[in-house]
């Protein structure tokens, strides 16, 4: 058992003053004040007065951290999660982009064999599967000779249970409306990005399943007043949770701004889209097969278009309240239980709520990650001094 006592609790939607969490294998047993909360003689107390602690942080779109990709080395996964912590990240969905099946058959086989053992990090919910059913007009940083057109076939096996969670489309293209209606079907959450589609297509992919935008406004037509496209379709219909890459380079901050003002803290979702240079010096780095030139802020193929990032969540939080202006309780809950809804997992995940997962993080006042608890276990803890 383990209590977290003294801090300022975000739940997140709630705050209160001297708050307390008891947790008891991997689960939230008690939360609220902490004179109210239980302080069972053989429970592990970790005193938290004068820091935050608040629901851990959940990213749906990572490439990779730490030199590893998971697309060219699925591998690195449990090793890209053992590190994630210090970013106050307790689960994730690793992100394999277009590439050879085989490449997405062996992250579903890392993810079906577990962790190694003694392992301890954030918790890896399944895969992002972003591609290859792309628009080759906005195709990115993906590999051209790897897309194709979506089939039924080419998703038979895709489904949570075979370690697939989310799925990134262009819905424009042939065949991906009965693609996405099978696979919302299965509980896959299915994403529309790297595509072309206008408005009109966009809402037809909605209707189809389709109920979240992947990195809004990158890799899509920009918003014109009259021809809207996808982004005003995402930023506009209310069954739609949108993912936005805050690091002031993908996105600019006046956007940021503009984008929070229309979807609020229910429908926007803080993701990295990081690749292997996250917490790794200046250098090159892979994203998939292609190299990557990255000066320390931004990342950029040799033609100069943008590939991933190097942000953090708990800096993409931050970020956040910086552009936007927004009340840290709103900025939450977009790393937390918007993500956790976005999956079908917000009775379970993204809330200080008894029953749910007993993953917290613990912020300085000026929201440095100080520990992270994944599964009420301390994995990991800054340096006093730093």
């Not at 970013?87 to 994730?92: E, I, L, M, R």
């Not at 389709?210 to 209310?238: C, E, I, K, Q, S």
């Not at 097969?289 to 953090?312: E, H, K, N, Q």
Request: charged share 15%.
């Amino acid at each position: 058992m383990l209590l977290v006592a003294n801090a300022t609790l975000y739940t997140p939607t709630e705050r209160s003053e001297r708050g307390a969490v008891l947790m008891d294998a991997g689960r939230i047993v008690a939360v609220g004040p902490a004179d109210e909360v239980p302080r069972p003689a053989e429970a592990q107390a970790l005193d938290a007065a004068g820091l935050l602690a608040a629901p851990g942080f959940i990213d749906l779109q990572l490439n990779g951290a730490f030199g590893r990709d998971v697309t060219a080395d699925p591998d690195a996964i449990w090793d890209v999660a053992a590190q994630l912590p210090r970013y106050g990240v307790t689960a994730f969905l690793p992100t394999v982009i277009t590439s050879p099946p085989e490449q997405l058959a062996r992250a579903q086989a890392v993810l079906a064999a577990g962790p190694p053992p003694g392992w301890r990090g954030a918790t890896p919910l399944g895969l992002h599967v972003e591609g290859p059913f792309l628009n080759p007009a906005k195709k990115g940083a993906h590999n051209p000779a790897y897309l194709r057109m979506p089939t039924l076939d080419a998703v038979a096996d895709w489904s949570p249970q075979t370690g697939v969670r989310l799925v990134t489309l262009a819905p424009e293209l042939s065949g991906a409306l009965p693609v996405a209606e099978a696979l919302s079907r299965r509980g896959v959450l299915v994403g529309a990005g790297h595509s072309a589609a206008t408005y009109e297509q966009a809402l037809a992919g909605f209707d189809a399943g389709v109920r979240y935008g992947t990195h809004l406004f990158n890799a899509m037509p920009p918003l014109l007043h009259r021809d809207p496209g996808l982004a005003a379709a995402l930023l506009t219909d209310p069954r739609i949770t949108v993912g936005l890459i805050v690091d002031g380079v993908h996105v600019h901050p006046a956007v940021v701004r503009l984008a929070w003002r229309a979807l609020g803290p229910g429908r926007l979702n803080l993701v990295t889209d990081a690749m292997a240079a996250l917490g790794m010096p200046p250098g090159h780095y892979c994203l998939g097969d292609f190299p990557v030139a990255v000066d320390g802020a931004v990342c950029r193929l040799a033609d100069g278009t943008l590939a991933g990032s190097v942000l953090s969540l708990d800096q993409a939080l931050r970020n956040l309240i910086a552009f936007a202006g927004c009340r840290l309780e709103d900025a939450l809950q977009t790393v937390t239980v918007t993500p956790a809804r976005a999956l079908g997992l917000a009775h379970q995940r993204g809330r200080l709520a008894v029953g749910c997962a007993a993953d917290l993080v613990l912020l300085s006042p000026d929201l440095r990650v100080r520990a992270t608890i994944v599964a009420g276990e301390l994995v990991y803890a800054a340096d006093p001094a730093g």
